[in-house]
């Protein structure tokens, strides 16, 4: 059983961040804690036009590459289950142009948690042999993408077969 983070961590921004706002300390579930975290910063985001919402997107996961390696390096640990910023980064991703409706969000967030979960090739990969932060954000960025290509797919078939 990894220990927990020290509390103190959360005063310093970064560590802050990295830790989702402190949702990252959820004693069962942190991923899933940090991941539902994340659903009022989407919703802000799904106020922005798509291109706007998609550079912020970008900026958020190249911050993340760093807040969570230096989170990652404060631990002594690579991806500590406490570090979820991984998991905001992911969850954004996979609603990014998700069609309106609070159904959507759900299917979107349970498809990135499966894939985040599972880790199906080639996400189990980059998961094992990529480190430091970009490992740590890479996994969960392409299980946001794998979520993402699933949500749009049935978006258009239900658009589709309307």
Known sequence: MMMRPPLTLLRDPGHFLALGFGSGYAPRAPGTAGTLTAIPLWWLMSLLPA??????????????????????????????PAIVWDEFAGLLLSLWLAPAGWIWVVLGFGLFRLFDIVKPWPIRVLDRQVKGGLGIMADDLLAGLFAWLCLQAIAWGVAYAA
């Open 51 to 80: 291109w706007a919402y998609g550079i912020l997107l970008l900026l958020i996961s190249i911050l993340g590459v760093w807040l969570c390696g230096r989170t990652a390096r404060a631990l002594g640990t690579h991806d500590h």
